[in-house]
């Protein structure tokens, strides 16, 4: 006679984890319509659009302020994200929870970004630049209104 055996498999985690993955959000980073205005009549969006990409025409060379600082700390933010669905796989704001942790890592690893010359990768300003911002060295930060700016939200 052919030895039989019982084996239970609790899947209740995994079903946790699909009902939880089943209710996406995103994590929306940037400069959004809302925080645009500034009182110089300079636009924070394209402001933001100019040294992400660079400008051939005005010879401003390209800072990544968005897409690089979030590509050099991913794993961080993929660290927070980790830590924010295992203390939220239950909870029915969790999917929430989880795009608002991503989202403030990622404003957080952009602002770090400003405060390291983007990591030490950012081109140094010309000194025409830093004749016109009074001295000033920082690329990027002529007043806080760009900087401010940058925010994000949770969606759908």
């Known amino acids: 006679m052919a030895a ?8 209740s985690g995994l079903q946790q984890l699909d009902k939880f993955l089943s ?3 995103q994590a ?7 925080k645009d205005a500034r009182d110089d009549g300079n636009s924070n ?9 660079g400008s051939f025409s ?14 050099v700390k991913a794993k961080d933010i993929a660290g ?14 969790g999917a929430d929870i989880v795009a608002d942790a991503i989202g403030a890592a990622g404003k957080g690893v952009i602002q770090e970004a ?5 990591f030490g990768q950012w081109k140094p300003n010309a000194p025409i630049t830093i004749t016109r911002k009074k001295g000033k060295t920082t690329p990027l930060i002529a007043k806080a209104d760009f900087r401010q700016a940058i925010t994000y939200s949770v969606s759908e």
Not at 80 to 93: C, E, M, S
Request: aromatic share 6%; glycine share 6%.
């Open 4 to 11: 039989t055996s019982n084996i239970k498999i609790d899947l």
């Open 23 to 25: 209710n996406q959000k």
């Open 28 to 34: 929306l980073l940037g400069i959004f319509q809302s």
């Open 45 to 53: 969006v394209a402001i933001g659009a100019t040294h992400e990409f």
């Open 58 to 71: 005005e010879n401003i060379p390209q800072r990544s302020w968005l897409r690089m600082p979030v590509n």
């Open 80 to 93: 927070n994200a980790a830590i924010a669905i295992k203390n939220n796989l239950t909870n029915p704001k």
């Open 114 to 118: 400003f405060g390291t010359r983007g």
